[in-house]
């Protein structure tokens, strides 16, 4: 192994190789190599793209190209004044690395707009991307590379990462987290299904929430994400009539995020629970597509009624903090229900509900529709003017 100054040499080298290509997309040949390193075995090779930090954070940059919104990548200079262009996007970790054909234009300071996302590309990337976020971040804080290297780095699949987290997080002394390990695995492994819906709920929170930086730190740390990833597993074993596990891991999501989902509930995909705390969500209710939920909101009952009795609520619903949805009615698709609103009605598509108790924004009889996805813009306020006199 050549010395650290070589190394940072000859990383840079193919930096600059690889920038002056006129098709940036193609990989490196041996051919392109000095012939002190050609020579090498192939596993030295893989050792020089692992072991040495410098190089790994160019090589990986080069090949997979992907955004990086951060302090270094500010002095990099481009040609669009407008914001960064980033090329050609590569699926990590897959032998043939085959360029991904999206262009994809950020400004700096802003999030990208889902419009101008290749969501399948996306998702396909989750995993690698979080892997490659865990590596940055192990160089720039090296406090943190026991719990990323055993977290993330070491695992072999987003599965294996996913059960190992939520077995840490949620085991205690008398439910080790081997034990706990063992059941997630196994529920994830047979449900390929599940750890799509996980992708989709990563994705949503990426783009919907200003305050998560990266994947990672979205799938280590936002206890709204995991305990709805907890809850597909436990809603999984209710299904099977497994209802004493599936009841458990529901006790213990309530005692460690402090977020309540009977495992009998249906939650669909896209789903983000923004902080999460005090999120209660009784046993015969439903969630839609891409729906957004903040803080302290419950959809339950209105007594001690059996059967159906719970909220229904639709496609890209938008539910305010504080908020109190009761009984079994059903919230429309595209509907934004107001922060500390008490629902005790059904609301119409696309319409707003706010009050306590609720009312519709413009009207029973004539009620003003939006035209946007309110579980996607997460657009708050923009109804106050017209719903009241409040003024400060």
């Known amino acids: 192994m050549f010395p650290v100054t070589s190394r940072r040499h000859f990383s840079f080298s193919l930096y600059m190789l690889r920038s002056s290509s006129p098709h ?7 051919s392109f190599l000095p012939s002190f390193v050609s020579s090498k075995s192939s596993s030295t090779k893989d050792n020089l793209e692992t072991s040495s930090p410098p190089m790994a954070a160019c090589i990986d940059t080069c090949r997979t190209g992907k955004p990086q919104i951060s302090p270094r990548n500010s002095s990099r200079s481009h040609d669009d004044e407008s914001g960064f262009r980033y090329m050609n996007y590569y699926r990590s970790g897959y032998p043939d690395r085959s360029p991904i054909n999206v262009t994809q234009t950020r400004t700096l300071h802003t999030r990208p707009l889902l419009e101008d996302l290749d969501r ?5 990337d989750v995993w690698a991307k979080i892997r490659q976020e865990a590596k940055s971040d ?86 709204g994400f995991l305990a709805c990833q907890a809850h597909r597993i436990a809603h999984e074993l209710w299904t099977q009539n497994r209802k004493i596990l599936a009841l458990l891991i529901q006790n213990r999501v309530s005692e460690a995020f402090a977020v309540d989902f009977h495992p009998g509930a249906k939650i669909g995909t896209g789903i983000l629970l923004d902080h999460a705390t005090a999120i209660v969500i009784g046993e015969t209710a439903v969630v839609g597509n891409n729906v957004s939920i903040l803080h302290n909101v419950t959809l339950g009952g209105t007594g001690k009624q059996c059967g159906d009795r719970h909220p229904k609520i639709g496609d890209g619903v938008l539910i305010g903090a504080g908020t109190c949805i009761l009984g079994n009615i059903t919230i429309g698709e595209g509907a934004k229900i107001g922060a500390g609103s008490v629902v005790l009605k059904d609301v119409p598509p696309r319409t707003t509900a706010v009050g306590n108790p609720a009312r519709l924004l413009g009207g029973k009889d004539n009620p003003k529709k939006h035209d946007k996805i309110p579980g996607l813009t997460m657009d708050q306020t923009s109804h106050i003017s017209e719903w009241s006199d409040y003024v400060i």
């Open 24 to 30: 940036n997309h193609v990989l490196y040949s041996s």
């Open 120 to 124: 399948d590309a996306e998702i396909d």
């Open 138 to 223: 192990i160089e720039r804080e090296p406090i943190v590379s026991g719990y990323y290297q055993a977290s993330i780095v070491s695992q072999r699949s987003l599965e294996a990462a996913l059960a190992n987290t939520l077995s840490v997080k949620l085991s205690n002394l008398n439910l080790p987290s081997n034990t706990l390990f063992d059941l997630f695995t196994g529920v994830l492994e047979e449900h390929p299904e599940i750890v799509e819906s996980v992708k989709q709920d990563l994705l949503a929170v990426k783009e919907r929430d200003p305050a998560c930086i990266s994947y990672v730190h979205c799938f280590l740390h936002f206890k």
